[in-house]
């Protein structure tokens, strides 16, 4: 007798993960049984889901369709979930670089996309008034080993200010396990010039009358920081 067997399911056949095409069995006059042979099932180093391999029955000759026509067979990966973890702890560029690519690496690489949520802080302010850069899932897409996070748009101005960092947190991988580096600090060092201080003139006069005067002093440039200076008082007027 004979039986038409049709392949389908979420494994990929033609050697990709095993190897079976659709065709005709062959049970020899006098037997009762014969076999379909799913062949050259492929061990790679893929993380990856569970796959099937779906054998239907049809088209008897010589014989009529019993109840089960379908076979279900099951590939069980049996792979380690990768790990994702930034490539470093911290780094650092002044504020004329205008953007900065956090790689975010993988222990291996996976048949699956995977995912890993991150969190922006730090002392930079976002939004565009120091970088552009919001809280967001990074994907990694099957196959591939790393993926890169960009902190965009910084803004080089002209005020003299502190270092400022910006602090980006991996959380919540999909289909892989966090690694130990899940914090990336970017420093974002100032690389303008401090601002000079000076009294406005030198000297200046008034009547014992005027009941106060006020001395100016100014700034080069103005600053991001508080500034301060110290002065001193001397001459031959008594305090």
């Known amino acids: ?5 049709a392949v389908t399911g979420t494994a990929t056949g033609s050697g990709t993960d095993y190897t079976l095409a659709n065709g005709t069995l062959t049970i020899s006059a006098g037997a009762t049984s ?6 050259s099932i492929v ?4 993380d990856e889901a569970n796959e099937t391999v779906i054998v239907t029955l049809s088209n008897p000759g010589n014989a009529t369709l019993d109840s089960n026509t379908v076979h279900t067979y099951t590939i069980t990966d049996d792979d380690s979930t990768p790990t994702v973890q930034h490539a470093s702890t911290s780094s650092s560029g002044a504020e004329s670089t205008s953007s900065k690519a956090l790689t ?8 699956q996309d995977v995912t890993v949520d991150y969190a922006v802080t730090g002392t930079a302010t976002g939004s565009g008034t120091d970088y552009t850069l919001a809280n967001g899932t990074l994907t990694i897409s099957a196959g ?6 960009t902190i965009a748009s910084i803004v080089s101005d002209s005020l003299d200010e502190a270092d400022e960092t910006v602090i980006v947190t991996l959380s919540s991988p999909g289909n892989a396990t966090l690694d ?4 990336h600090t970017y420093t974002i060092t100032d690389d303008d010039s401090q601002p000079t201080v000076q009294h406005a003139s030198t000297s200046s006069s008034g009547a014992e009358s005027v009941a106060s005067k006020a001395l100016t002093v100014n700034l080069s440039a103005a600053s991001a920081q508080d500034v301060t200076v110290a002065y ?3 001459g031959t ?3």
């Not at 014969?34 to 062949?39: D, E, F, R, Y």
């Not at 591939?144 to 996070?149: H, V």
Request: aromatic share 2%; glycine share 10%.
């Open 43 to 46: 061990a790679d180093s893929l």
């Open 180 to 183: 130990s580096n899940t914090v």
């Open 144 to 149: 591939a080993t790393s993926g890169t996070i």
């Open 232 to 234: 001193a008082v001397t």
């Open 237 to 239: 007027a008594t305090g």
């Open 1 to 5: 007798m004979t039986v038409d067997y």
């Open 104 to 111: 975010v690496n993988l222990s291996a690489a996976s048949g």
């Open 34 to 39: 014969g076999t379909i042979t799913i062949a």
